[in-house]
Structure formats: C-alpha cells, structure tokens
C-alpha cells in the first residue's frame, strides 16, 4: 500500500538509499532532513496513512512506538520526546504518518 508521489513511500522503499537507523517488514526509522534537535529522527509505516487519522490498526501503532523506543535506546538517549502533528494546524507537513524521535538537548514545554 504506497503513494506514488509520496516521498516518505520513495524513501521507506531504498529509491534514495536512505540510511535506516531501524527497519524491519513493517517500520523503518531515518534522520530528519531539517533536525529541530541534535537528535531528530522520523519513524514511519511502510505502508502509507496520510495521517493518524487514517490508521486503525493497534498492532502497528503500538510497533512504531516501540521501534522509537529501540532507536533512542540505540542511540543513548536517557531523555527524548516522541511527536506525532496531525493536520496542518498541528504543523503536519508530510502527509505519511511519522512519528518524531527528539533529544540531545533541553525540549522546553509547552511547544510552540
Ligand atoms: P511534520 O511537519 O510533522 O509533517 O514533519 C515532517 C518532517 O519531515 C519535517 O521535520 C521535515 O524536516 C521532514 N522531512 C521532509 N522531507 C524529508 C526527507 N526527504 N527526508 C527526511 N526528512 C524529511
Ligand atoms: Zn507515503
């Protein structure tokens, strides 16, 4: 289930030989191209959802918060944040659901 012109169906599909810091049949996780921290990693379905509203199925949201458990594991962070924008208003502009992996640095709160 992909999107043709969808970049994050390209990328999850190795059309760019993007780096995967996790991947398996289901999720895979890559760097943020504009990072907001020292650590901004995105983890994504394969399959395409524009959004979390367009997915119903627990056993892989639950899948993609666990494979960002893994990744922030991998790489150390003690302390992170997880984000999932919904909708432009949330300041979703990838309509490929994704979830944010973010730390290295004080995440003040509330966000902007
Ligand atoms: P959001 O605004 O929640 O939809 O997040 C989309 C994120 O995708 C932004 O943080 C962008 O920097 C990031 N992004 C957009 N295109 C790419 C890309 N080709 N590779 C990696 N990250 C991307
Ligand atoms: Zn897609």
Request: with cysteine; proline share 5%.
């Amino acid at each position: 289930m992909s999107s043709r012109n969808c970049e994050f169906c390209k990328i999850q599909s190795g059309e760019y030989n993007t780096e995967f810091l996790f991947e398996d049949h289901r999720v895979v996780a890559f760097k943020d191209i504009n990072p907001q921290a020292p650590v901004h990693i995105l983890i994504i379905p394969r399959d395409h959802f524009d959004s979390l509203k367009q997915i119903n199925d627990e056993a892989l949201i639950g899948h993609l918060f666990t494979a960002a458990k893994t990744v922030a594991e991998k790489l150390g962070l003690t302390d992170h944040r997880l984000v999932i924008n919904t909708g432009p208003q949330a300041g979703q502009s990838v309509f490929h659901l994704h979830l944010h992996l973010l730390g290295g640095r004080y995440l003040g709160w509330p966000p902007g």
